[in-house]
């Protein structure tokens, strides 16, 4: 009898302090969803599928959960330590810019691969530090080949700019040159395909790592289904392939460095003009797309 009521007592003690670790985690993400440090390249595909190069551009964004905050966020790099990066707020996220470069030469002297600190804040009081590593094989950039992006209905290639928005659409993409699984298990490389409307609402979107779903390097095609788009209409849409470079989870927080490369293409639909109000030159999908910017001051190429 006393055996068994000892043996009541340590499973209760175990599940309170399971329910514990439980709730301590989910309230200890209830800010932040993750984080991410990205170096990148950027083109641009025309209708033949000849690629252009936009821009090399280095970047950093700590994601919010719905009703998440921060109250302080930097980044800082190890080689630079009185030179912390400030993160500015932007709608659902925190945003550092750190410029766009014509040569992924230039991109490197600026921000030479190695470590990188991240310091934030949550209005829970909490402060959080992570130092994670941003360097390829031999310490090298190692972002992955430029994508070439294409498309199919009823089984045969279609041209970019003939899309029937009455049938399926498949997207397709060229091999992804350094995909792997994450070794630490926390996010895989994965690739993001997105298609937004002339006036940037995004119709559809593959999904972001530790907010659901998402698609991963094993992936080779996404089917947009029928009716997705409108006739006669021109969209935008763009392919990525960020390359996890290291990974972390902070005190329940997921974040991660990458590599990264990204291709935009327009599109256009088949039949009647459905809206008559798309802008002559629609709005940047996001920062990676400089040639759609108004303009690009010298301090941020």
Known sequence: MVAGKVDLLRRSWLAFALLGLVQWACTDQSNISFFV??????????????????????????????????SAATLTRHDNPDAPMVYEER?????????????????????????????FGTPDGRERHAELLLAGPGGRTDIPAPITISFEQDG???????????????????????????????????????VADCHGERLFHTGLPFQG?????????????????????????FVEFPHVVDSRVVDGVPGFTSYATATYIDIRTLGEQSDQSCPDMPP?????????MVEVSDSAR
């Not at 399926?168 to 395909?193: C, H, K, Q, T």
């Not at 390097?217 to 006669?232: I, K, P, Q």
């Not at 940047?284 to 759609?292: A, L, N």
Request: charged residues 20%; proline residues 4%.
């Open 37 to 70: 440090l990205v170096k990148s390249s950027n083109y641009s595909q025309d209708v033949s599928g000849e690629l252009t190069l936009l821009n090399y551009h280095f970047f950093s964004e700590i994601f919010l959960q719905p009703d998440g905050g921060l």
């Open 284 to 292: 940047p999908m996001d920062t990676g797309q400089t040639d759609r």
């Open 213 to 237: 779903d998402y698609v991963t390097f094993r992936t080779t095609e996404v089917t947009v289904h029928a009716g997705t788009l409108n006739s006669g209409q021109s969209y935008s849409a």
């Open 156 to 194: 045969s290639v279609v041209s970019p700019i003939l899309i029937d928005p009455a049938k399926d659409l498949v997207v397709r993409w060229s091999e992804y040159s350094n995909g792997r699984a994450d070794p630490r298990g926390i996010v895989d490389d994965m690739i993001f395909v997105v």
């Open 91 to 119: 709608e659902n996220a925190y945003y550092v810019e750190g410029g766009h470069f014509d040569t992924l030469e230039d991109v490197d002297a600026a921000y030479p691969n190695g470590t990188f600190a991240f310091d």
